[in-house]
């Protein structure tokens, strides 16, 4: 089992910046790579930025330019830094660890306003 922990979620103004984190515990030798995921309301789960364990990065279009993912493997803590917000940005931020099974954290709210 894996266990994840996300932190950093909020409200914050149309361009403003907010920083996620993300702890990984239990068997995280499992995991091939890590994900950022969002819900917003009415809309389905999707992934925004993924790290895998030899350091590919890849960003959701929509995002591209604007978040970015990075780690510290020495914490098992995985961050995504998200800049010039937009309110479409607003959703529930999910971390995520992707393997032979599939982990997700609890989720934490980032709200942009207009």
């Known amino acids: 089992q894996v266990q994840l922990v996300e932190s950093g979620g909020g409200l914050v103004q149309t361009g403003g910046s907010l920083r996620l984190s993300c702890a990984a515990s239990g068997d995280v030798f499992t995991i091939n790579a890590m994900a950022w995921g969002r819900q917003a309301p009415g809309m389905q789960r999707e992934l925004v930025a993924a790290?895998?364990?030899?350091?590919?990065?890849n960003y959701a279009d929509s995002v591209k330019g604007r978040f970015t993912i990075s780690r510290d493997m020495a914490k098992n803590t995985v961050y995504l830094q998200m800049d010039s917000l937009k309110p479409e940005d607003t959703a529930v931020y999910y971390c995520?660890?992707?393997?032979?099974?599939?982990?997700w954290g609890q989720g934490t709210q980032v709200t942009v306003s207009s």
């Open positions: 790290i895998t364990i030899g350091g590919s990065i």
């Open positions: 995520a660890g992707l393997g032979p099974t599939n982990y």
